[in-house]
């Protein structure tokens, strides 16, 4: 009998854990689905700030911005930004992305300031010796998204002296199958030249043309910033869909094998039972 209770309770148990799991793959395929319908738009807006920044460029040869080019070497003063999940459930998402940092941060023997994306990047980090851990954002969401790339945008361009190069560190989803890490050097910028053949109209500018280019570059990198992070969020959601989607087959499995347990362990006792009856009737 009380191995019956105990059957009863496991599967109760993997019932619950499999309704959770189950509830966190309709979640995460339900964000991946909505977040995918804002990738094309969100590409398409970086794509015309690059090519508007890089025709105001043509129009003013001379102008150099300190912030996207710097003048020092990239060693001298490096920013590294590491954007892991908020959550964890989604398999190997973190744990290849570390990896792969922490190979980086190896060959390239440098010990660089860090912002960190996400809780989980924050908790690997500060358990690590990789450079200054200057500042963490431990609420990664999509509705946080806008606000965290203008924070960075901020921290990037007040610095003083700036920085000598940026680079971000990110998960990205060439399908929905699969995530792979990604380094994407974000400062010294390499801006496309303006060279397509094609005649564009010469902007009448009000303001001068080093703030109207300043302005530009800021949205430039900003851009880049908001894609980096969208990328990262969307590998994540679409990887815990798959780690979630797993989960909850292995318990279908579960399930179905402890069920045919429970039978026979049950059959059994009630056949037990029954010889017994028969016996004692018998006598």
Same mark, same amino acid.
Do not use: W
């Given at each position: ?45 970086? #794509? ?15 102008? +150099? ?15 590294? =930004? /590491? ?59 999509? +509705?946080? /998204? ?8 901020? #921290? ?11 680079? =971000?560190?990110? %998960? ?33 500018? #009000? ?8 302005? /530009?570059?800021?949205?430039? /990198? ?27 087959? %292995? ?11 429970? %039978? ?18 018998? #006598?």
């Amino acid at each position: 009998m009380s191995r019956l209770m105990h059957m009863r309770q496991r599967i109760k148990a993997v019932q619950t854990i499999k309704k959770i799991t189950h509830a966190m793959r309709l979640i995460s395929m339900s964000t991946h689905s909505r977040m995918k319908h804002q990738e094309e738009p969100i590409k398409r807006y970086q #794509e015309k700030i690059v090519e508007l920044f890089a025709h105001a460029r043509a129009m003013r040869p001379n102008y +150099h911005n300190p912030i996207l080019q710097p003048s020092d070497p990239p060693n001298k003063k490096p920013l590294v =930004i /590491l954007v892991g999940s908020q959550k964890g459930l989604c398999g190997a998402f973190n744990t290849n992305l570390f990896q792969f940092f922490n190979l980086e941060m190896l060959n390239k023997k440098i010990k660089p300031a860090i912002i960190t994306v996400g809780k989980r990047a924050s908790q690997y980090i500060q358990k690590k010796d990789f450079g200054s851990h200057i500042a963490m954002f431990d609420t990664f969401a999509l +509705h946080t /998204l806008l606000t965290i790339a203008d924070s960075l945008l901020q #921290e990037i361009t007040h610095a003083n002296p700036h920085y000598s190069s940026v680079t =971000i560190y990110i %998960n990205t989803a060439p399908s929905f199958f699969m995530q792979r890490p990604k380094a994407e050097q974000m400062i010294p910028a390499m801006i496309p030249k303006d060279n397509d053949g094609k005649k564009h109209p010469e902007y009448d500018l #009000e303001q001068p043309a080093q703030q109207v280019l300043g302005y /530009l570059a800021d949205q430039y /990198l900003l851009s880049h910033l908001q894609h980096a992070l969208f990328q990262s969020l969307l590998a994540e959601h679409s990887a815990r869909f798959v780690s979630m989607d797993s989960s909850t087959r %292995n318990a279908e499995t579960m399930l179905e094998e402890l069920q045919i347990d429970y %039978n026979k362990l049950r059959q059994a006792k009630i056949t037990r039972e029954l010889t017994e009856l028969s016996a004692f009737f018998i #006598e």
